[in-house]
């Protein structure tokens, strides 16, 4: 499974694994606005069926990760960290020396992930996200740095 490039015919496709991996998933036209965005990239991952996602931007020699989503049938396959892996070489093309994102502090499998790749925890946004009747979650933002990083 190599992830490649998307376009706008995989929007549909993206909103899909989102709506898998998220309890508040973006649709179809909220995922095309987040992708028509300034400096946006993704890629996608296809096996049977679309098996996960990527979304970034790169402005003004920073990267983003905007979402990672990977389905719940395809999860510990190395799925997440391939489209990672892809995304990291986007951004270094497209001139970013940092990445950063953010994540929900207690999202263990994503903050793991992310911590094997090298990033390192940069900040916390205290009630960040929005959990309905679950309350408001905390962020952790982590930073990896893309000259030095070991992948
Ligand atoms: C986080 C997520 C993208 C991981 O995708 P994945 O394809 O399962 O990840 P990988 O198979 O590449 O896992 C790579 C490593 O991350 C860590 N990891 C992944 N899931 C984990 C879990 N549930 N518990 C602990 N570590 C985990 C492990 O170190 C794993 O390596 P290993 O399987 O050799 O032990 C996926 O679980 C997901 O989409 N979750 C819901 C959405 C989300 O949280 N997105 C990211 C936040 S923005």
């Known amino acids: 499974m190599i992830p490649k490039p998307a376009t706008q015919a995989d929007l549909a496709a993206m909103a899909s694994v ?48 905007l979402t990672l989503a990977v389905p719940p049938w395809t999860r510990r396959r190395g799925v997440g960290v391939a489209l990672m892996d892809a995304a990291m070489v986007e951004a270094r093309a497209r001139g970013a020396a940092v990445m950063f994102l953010e ?26 996200y929005d959990r309905g009747a679950n309350g408001r979650a905390d962020a952790l933002v982590m930073r990896l740095d893309l000259t030095s990083a070991p992948r």
């Open 103 to 128: 994540v929900d502090v207690g999202n263990a499998a994503a903050v793991t992930l992310y911590e094997r790749l090298g990033f390192a925890r940069a900040g916390l946004r205290k009630a960040y």
């Open 18 to 65: 989102h709506a898998q991996a998220f309890d508040a998933p973006w649709d179809e036209a909220g995922m095309a606005t987040m992708f028509s965005g300034a400096g946006t990239y993704a890629f996608i991952s296809v096996d049977a069926d679309p098996s996960g996602m990527v979304l970034c931007r790169v402005i003004g020699g920073e990267a983003e990760v």
